[in-house]
């Protein structure tokens, strides 16, 4: 298969496109994959509001436009139009960069994840060797992106928040970081494209039926570890003390307003669907499945991740900043290492 810079290289220039052909190529490729997470992000403006009505049984936006999904324009014309409001005594580059910090963390850990292709195009931008470090790390940034929010606002609130975001991420970063060492164990690669590679064989077949080798059925213990860790990691409930409203009135981004507001907003719901994608390309066998696309099939589970989030939201309490942490260290962290020794047996007996 092919990947979308190098189509679009040789579609546009021909067979043997030069180096600033090839870099233009992959500029646009860029351009095109940072599209869906963006989209997606639009998007949830719209959706989130109608699946928290569904769980909680209230009445979602219906009247701007047909099933009131016009609310996006609406909202983005409000957001925008509002006055961006800089506090005095603001520390102005760190003030600036932080929104954009969160933003670009998250879109570009979607350069190495395979989407699936279209017309025998692999819609993913690179695919390096050590393809699942480089998205861990790159959408780690995201805690130093809050926590110059935090800072920089000159606000208490604000600093406890960021303090929360770097508190929450060493908790759960590790137990998340881990749990992913076992799924690397069964494949024999950090290359995220082996990774799904490795999950297309069938596990059995039950009447006719064929059960695929995603390792969220190989392995469920360490897929349910992953969602929980997940969950932290983009900041949803019950895990979302970084900006607990009745806590810190709303954390890290209590002083932003306008385009800075919309950057941090956008910013974590770009990272709950590239935590999806990451759980669909570690545990759900990528954009594997039967008769649709695979790029569709891609959507259709960074979504299913979208609604667990909701869910969770909708259903569980917050836990407290004390409480969050001591799931992190005393719980999930131990899981994470007695999944990895059972993992790493279980491989080594299969080996030999």
């Given at each position: 298969m092919t990947l979308l810079p190098e189509a679009i290289a040789r579609a546009v220039f021909g067979g043997s496109p030069t180096v600033l052909e090839q870099t233009v190529a992959a500029v646009a490729a860029a351009v095109l994959v940072a599209l869906v997470p963006l989209g997606c992000a639009a998007v949830v403006v719209w959706a989130k509001r109608k699946v928290t009505a569904a769980f909680t049984d209230r009445i979602a936006p219906n009247q701007i436009?047909?099933?009131?999904?016009?609310?996006?324009?609406?909202?983005?014309?409000?957001?925008?139009?509002?006055?961006?409001?800089v506090p005095d005594a603001v520390d102005r580059p760190a003030y600036d960069l932080g929104p954009v910090i969160v933003v670009f963390s998250a879109v570009v850990g979607f350069a190495v994840i395979p989407m699936g292709s279209i017309f025998g195009v692999n819609v993913q931008l690179a695919d390096p060797e050590t393809g699942l470090v480089y998205v861990f790390a790159v959408a780690s940034?995201?805690?130093?992106?809050?926590?110059?929010?935090?800072?920089?606002?000159?606000?208490?609130?604000?600093?406890?928040?960021?303090?929360?975001?770097?508190?929450?991420?060493?908790?759960?970063?590790?137990?998340?970081?881990?749990?992913?060492?076992?799924?690397?164990?069964?494949?024999?690669?950090?290359?995220?494209s082996e990774i799904v590679a490795a999950q297309r064989t069938t596990l059995l077949e039950i009447g006719g039926l064929s059960v695929p080798s995603w390792y969220a059925i190989v392995n469920p213990f360490a897929f349910v570890l992953f969602l929980t860790a997940n969950l932290a990691e983009v900041g949803r409930n019950p895990f979302d003390t970084p900006e607990a409203p009745t806590e810190i009135v709303a954390g890290y981004q209590t002083e932003y307003s306008s385009v800075y507001f919309v950057l941090v907003y956008m910013g974590e719901f770009v990272h709950v669907f590239l935590g999806g994608a990451i759980v669909a390309t570690v545990f759900l066998g990528g954009p594997a499945g039967p008769l649709l696309p695979g790029f569709i099939w891609f959507l259709a589970k960074i979504w299913a991740v979208f609604l667990f989030t909701q869910w969770a939201r909708s259903a569980l309490p917050r836990v407290r900043i004390d409480q969050l942490i001591e799931i992190g260290w005393k719980g999930l962290l131990v899981l994470s290492f007695a999944n990895l020794l059972s993992t790493a047996v279980i491989v080594g007996l299969l080996a030999a």
């Open positions: 436009g047909p099933f009131g999904v016009l609310i996006i324009v609406a909202d983005v014309v409000r957001l925008l139009s509002k006055e961006l409001i940034l995201a805690t130093i992106g809050l926590t110059m929010c935090g800072y920089a606002s000159n606000n208490k609130y604000s600093l406890l928040g960021g303090l929360r975001a770097v508190a929450q991420n060493l908790a759960y970063e590790i137990p998340l970081l881990v749990t992913a060492a076992s799924v690397v164990l069964f494949a024999g690669s950090l290359q995220t």
